[in-house]
């Protein structure tokens, strides 16, 4: 069974920060790639950003300079610091992880987190 769990959302207001992290856990062989996605009210879950095992990162054109994602390969661990917020950046966001379970050979799932609200006031 593999877990994916976010913290560090909540409430803050227009120009602060926060920092997403999120651990993926349980009987993992590998994991290829971990990212947010987000997904506003009445709108599609979008890319936010994502960082591969070997360090490659790519950004939604609205986060880029703003957001800065980054990762612990040694703790199965994804970080999302997002700085400069803004209001349209209220989100619920959802960590995304490619990994490969144990006993799957080299096959690749999809996980989910279960998502963590950020809020931006105006």
């Known amino acids: 069974q593999v877990q994916l769990v976010e913290s560090g959302g909540g409430l803050v207001q227009a120009g602060g920060s926060l920092r997403l992290s999120c651990a993926a856990s349980g009987s993992i062989a590998s994991i290829n790639a971990m990212g947010w996605y987000r997904q506003a009210p009445g709108k599609q879950r979008d890319l936010v950003a994502r960082i591969t095992s070997g360090g490659s990162t790519t950004y939604a054109d609205s986060v880029k300079g703003r957001f800065t994602i980054s990762g612990d390969n040694a703790k199965n661990t994804v970080y999302l610091q997002m700085n400069s917020l803004k209001p349209d950046d209220t989100a619920v966001y959802y960590c995304?992880?490619?990994?490969?379970?144990?006993?799957?050979?080299?096959?690749?799932?999809?996980?989910w987190g279960q998502g963590t609200q950020v809020t931006v006031s105006s």
């Open positions: 995304n992880a490619f990994l490969t379970p144990n006993g799957r050979g080299t096959s690749l799932f999809r996980y």
